[in-house]
């Protein structure tokens, strides 16, 4: 997954026409811990998507803007728009991860 650090790079990450997923995370939150522990195996298995994370404490206007009121929440983009969004109180499983993703039609 890799790190967005700037709000250019976040631009560039969601602007393409291909859906690409950021992850929505804080340094103190335990719920990312818990993610972070299964979320490699996710990714492998969806091999279709581009995945970023963003640190939503150094860019709060972005999780403003995006309605990203709990972490973690995975969002997905394409040509700029937000497609789908998995607030954090889904993502607390394996489970939930893969039913959203399969759920959004990718």
Excluded at 74 to 92: F, M, P, R, V
Aim: one cysteine or more; hydrophobic letters at 35%.
């Amino acid at each position: 997954m890799e790190e967005i650090k700037t709000l250019e790079d976040f631009e560039a990450a969601i602007s393409g026409s291909n859906p690409v997923i950021v992850k929505f995370y804080a340094g103190w939150c335990p719920d990312c811990t818990r993610l972070n522990m299964f979320i490699d195996d996710i990714i492998n298995d969806y091999g279709q998507y581009k995945w970023y994370e963003i640190n939503r404490d150094n860019f709060p206007e972005l999780a403003e803007k995006y309605n990203v009121m709990g972490i973690p929440s995975l969002l997905i983009y394409q040509n700029g728009e937000k497609t789908h969004h998995l607030h954090s109180a889904n993502a607390k499983s394996p489970e939930q991860v893969r039913e959203f993703l399969d759920g959004a039609g990718y």
